[in-house]
């Protein structure tokens, strides 16, 4: 099935620039980040626990409801990563972007790993990533916006958490192949999605749980 696509409404000015940009920063050995954060994750299942954030720049996607700035502002090696999060006291990271799946990440995961971390990677669902011992996987669906997902995650993932605008997206929600918990998030740009949220969770309460920002609500990072 196939969509038109929106008309990008997201807080990157260039989104393909930003991502080019990206791209170059990889190729000199570094990972091209946006910002290293530590904050309590707002989302999905794992609401509420402290957590660092690695947030990478670029993205495979420019998706209209976009609320990250994902150009590039830090070029960090693996060891300075690590030494950073590690400065932070806490044992959750979550890779998030843009997109962090567009780069091999395997080694600042490994390194990770190494030092007692566990980790949770933000995607949508295009790019697998098996090789990197995830311990927690959530998927936000894009189809509307150009995604794909790739067959893997349907089979790997923790939780799916998909982005609600209307009755069309519950739908896509429903015929969703994940087997697990699927989240609906209302669209924050959109007032109207939150009620279609909680009558599609209230209707269907073995099937969908409802996710909010929270970290919004509570307006930290």
Excluded at 36 to 45: A, D, R, W
Excluded at 135 to 142: A, F, G, L, N, W
Excluded at 194 to 203: E, F, N, W, Y
Aim: hydrophobic share 40%; net charge negative; with cysteine.
């Amino acid at each position: 099935m196939s969509f038109p696509l929106p008309t990008y409404q997201g807080q990157t000015p260039d989104p393909h620039a930003a991502t080019k940009d990206a791209v170059t920063v990889w190729k000199t050995g570094k990972i091209p980040l946006v910002e290293i954060f530590y904050s309590l994750q707002g989302e999905g299942g794992r609401v509420g626990q402290a957590t660092v954030f690695v947030r990478l720049a670029g993205c495979s996607l420019a998706c209209s409801f976009c609320d990250t700035d994902f150009r590039v502002r830090r070029a960090l090696s693996i060891e300075e990563i690590v030494a950073e999060v590690m400065s932070f006291g806490c044992d959750w990271v979550c890779l998030t972007g843009g997109e962090p799946t567009l780069f091999d990440l395997q080694p600042l995961c490994d390194a990770l790993h190494t030092e007692g971390f566990f980790l949770q990677v933000e995607t949508n669902g295009m790019h697998p990533r098996p090789e990197w011992r995830l311990d927690h996987v959530t998927v936000s669906p894009k189809e509307t916006e150009g995604g794909h997902i790739k067959p893997w995650y349907f089979l790997h993932a923790t939780e799916f958490k998909y982005v609600v605008d209307d009755d069309a997206d519950i739908e896509r929600a429903k015929d969703s192949l994940f087997p697990g918990t699927i989240f609906l998030q209302p669209n924050a740009l959109n007032p109207a999605a939150t009620p279609l949220c909680i009558a599609a969770v209230q209707a269907h309460p073995k099937r969908f749980r409802l996710s909010l920002q929270t970290h919004k609500l509570l307006e930290i990072p």
